[in-house]
């Protein structure tokens, strides 16, 4: 045991973080070197685009290669990766402004690509390291700086997105629950397709929803099958719970980098391009 607990400080930087105590995302940031330790994956074979918020200082505390991206893009960034060496390990985090607001845009293009990474929402239902604006999931009525008469939109619901973009596997977590967070983290990262985590991510400062989380997350019924697409968008559906774990899983879909390497011409010389170009452009 303390053999594992040494290995998953490996996966730490001498960054330390500088998240509020109590943040939710201290939880992720555990679960994610937990996983890592566990799986025995090399922290040279991991790779880590974010966004920018609270969330988007991730890549920072991970000894790991990583890239603090632009607002909205760890998607973009994350299929970069993937496609330049897709012997690595590959996550894009950030939070649920970053991705649902200026990154929404996105969102259904990796799915939908089906490339071959984890992406890590941290939703806190706010704009937290702008001290506190409600967000695309702050549910209606929410009251904060700046919103004083309390929010009047529709919040959208990550999970229902995601399964309906037809995301290869969907799964909700929660930083109250760190230990099956974990697990779902080692499933994402061996899952060969697109992965979608929405982890519940308190901020404590801000908008404290630890309790309110608490009261309504239960586990996935025992009989659950998570191969229903249609039973995963009813209970995504569900607002009077939060079910955590695997709800959607599609297996057998091919990863981009493969779809892409089974339709292109086979690499060829710089001299034979060279040839090839002359040639064409001949008069
Ligand atoms: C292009 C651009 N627009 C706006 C901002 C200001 N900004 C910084 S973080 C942020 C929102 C972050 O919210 P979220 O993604 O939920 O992350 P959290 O801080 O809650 O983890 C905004 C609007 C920015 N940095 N860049
Ligand atoms: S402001 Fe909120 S989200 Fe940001 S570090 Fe503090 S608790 Fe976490
Ligand atoms: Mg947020």
């Known amino acids: 045991m303390s053999n594992l607990k040494e290995k998953i400080k490996?996966?730490?930087?001498d960054v330390k973080p500088i998240w509020c105590p109590g943040c939710g995302d201290y939880a992720v940031l555990n679960g994610l070197?937990?996983?890592?330790?566990?799986l025995d994956i090399p922290a040279e074979n991991?790779?880590?685009?974010?966004?920018?918020?609270c969330s988007g200082r991730f890549p920072a505390f991970v000894s790991a290669y990583g890239f603090h991206g632009i607002h909205?893009?760890?998607?973009?960034?994350?299929?970069?990766?993937k496609m330049a060496n897709p012997e690595l390990t590959v996550f894009a985090v950030?939070?649920?402004?970053d991705g649902f607001s200026i990154g929404a845009e996105h969102l259904p293009h990796a799915p939908r690509?089906?490339?071959?990474?984890?992406?890590?929402?941290?939703?806190?239902?706010?704009?937290?390291?702008?001290?506190?604006?409600?967000?695309?999931?702050?549910?209606?009525?929410?009251?904060?700086?700046a919103s004083p008469y309390g929010t009047v939109e529709t919040p959208v619901n990550p999970m229902a997105m995601m399964i309906a973009y037809g995301a290869s596997f969907v799964a909700q977590a929660f930083s109250g629950k760190p230990k099956e967070m974990t697990k779902v983290i080692e499933e994402a990262i061996q899952h060969k397709g697109f992965s979608f985590i929405h982890v519940l991510?308190?901020?404590?400062?801000?908008?404290?929803?630890?309790?309110?989380?608490?009261?309504?997350?239960?586990?996935?019924?025992?009989d659950y099958d998570p191969t229903?697409?249609?039973?995963?968008?009813?209970?995504?559906?569900?607002?009077?719970?939060?079910?955590?774990?695997?709800?959607?899983?599609?297996?057998?879909?091919?990863?981009?980098?493969?779809?892409?390497?089974?339709?292109?011409?086979?690499?060829?010389?710089?001299?034979?391009?060279?040839?090839?170009?002359?040639?064409?452009?001949?008069?």
């Open 228 to 283: 229903d697409q249609v039973e995963a968008f009813r209970l995504a559906l569900d607002e009077s719970k939060l079910y955590l774990g695997v709800f959607y899983k599609k297996e057998g879909d091919v990863p981009y980098h493969e779809r892409l390497n089974a339709v292109r011409p086979e690499r060829r010389s710089r001299e034979g391009l060279l040839k090839e170009l002359i040639e064409y452009y001949r008069p």
């Open 113 to 145: 690509r089906n490339v071959d990474i984890t992406y890590i929402v941290m939703d806190n239902r706010l704009y937290s390291l702008t001290k506190g604006q409600p967000s695309p999931t702050s549910p209606v009525g929410t009251r904060l700086k």
């Open 72 to 81: 909205g893009r760890p998607l973009p960034l994350a299929t970069g990766m």
């Open 46 to 53: 991991v790779a880590i685009a974010s966004g920018i918020g």
């Open 94 to 97: 950030g939070g649920d402004g």
């Open 33 to 38: 070197t937990t996983a890592l330790a566990e």
């Open 201 to 222: 991510s308190p901020c404590v400062t801000f908008y404290d929803t630890y309790r309110q989380f608490r009261a309504i997350a239960t586990p996935l019924p025992e």
């Open 10 to 13: 490996s996966y730490r930087s």
